[in-house]
């Protein structure tokens, strides 16, 4: 049985290169995803289940050495993106129980890979999320987590690219996708309220994100053509997506 995009296993196999029956996956969820987006809209429901400003990160030594991590390495923009989607996605989880450390961590720690410090160079790896996941499970194993619980924030970081995370993949995957996605192209922000948008771009601004993360991507689909990001530009409209989202910049 072939591994499922993004996991870890996934990556070792393939180096993140996508095969014929990923690319043929990657359609059918983005075709899947735009409906259940539409049915979702339809609905009108909204989440409100915390205030932003109720929302704390947890102030342990990981995740402070990840908020570390991510500031030394990223320009403005993208470290405060990391901020935003970890609040996008405690705004959308609703009640459900997560690993709230794993989720703060993986995506402060996400978008490593897009950055000057820690871009793949000269290698035949096609996926940016390899640096960021492999470093984010190498500092859980540091902080004594056990093996399963590191391999969450691995896979939580590797799977935020695909279009769909499966729920098998755990609430933390799921929460890391969600919250990325949100920031980076709008999705699912219409479950949200104004005011909850206004204040967490407040409290974070985006700092022109959308031309700045397109440029970003632009790189990872020229010099990794094989990649999830490289497809989705080109077969999905990842980029108009980008430049589409409710965000004025």
């Not at 070792?12 to 539409?38: E, N, P, Y």
């Not at 000269?122 to 470093?135: H, K, V």
């Not at 391999?151 to 996708?177: C, F, M, P, Q, W």
Request: hydrophobic content about 40%; overall charge neutral.
């Amino acid at each position: 049985m072939a591994n499922a995009i993004g996991t870890k296993e996934w990556l070792a196999t393939t180096g993140g290169k996508l095969g014929f029956r990923d690319r043929l996956a990657t359609i059918f969820h983005g075709v899947k995803a735009r409906a259940a987006s539409k049915k979702a809209y339809q609905s009108g429901r909204k989440f409100r289940s915390i205030e932003v400003d109720d929302i704390l990160p947890p102030d342990t030594p990981i995740c402070q050495e990840a908020i570390q991590l991510s500031k030394e390495a990223s320009h403005p923009y993208l470290f405060n993106h990391c901020f935003r989607a970890y609040f996008w996605a405690r705004l959308m989880n609703g009640e459900q129980k997560f690993d709230d450390e794993a989720v703060f961590t993986a995506l402060m720690l996400h978008d490593l890979g897009l950055t000057d410090s820690y871009r793949l160079k000269g290698s035949d790896q096609q996926c940016f999320t390899l640096p960021a996941s492999e470093i984010a499970e190498k500092l859980a194993l540091k902080h004594k987590w056990s093996d399963k619980r590191a391999l969450i924030v691995y896979n939580a970081i590797s799977l935020h690219l695909n279009v769909i995370v499966d729920a098998k993949h755990g609430r933390e995957a799921e929460l890391v996708r969600m919250g990325s996605g949100a920031d980076v192209a709008g999705i699912r922000m219409f479950q949200l309220e104004d005011d909850q948008i206004s204040r967490v771009v407040e409290k974070f601004p985006r700092l022109d994100l959308k031309n700045q993360m397109q440029q970003a991507l632009e790189i990872e689909t020229t010099e990794r053509p094989c990649c999830r990001v490289a497809f989705m530009n080109k077969k999905l409209g990842f980029g108009n997506l980008i430049q589409d989202s409710l965000f004025d910049e």
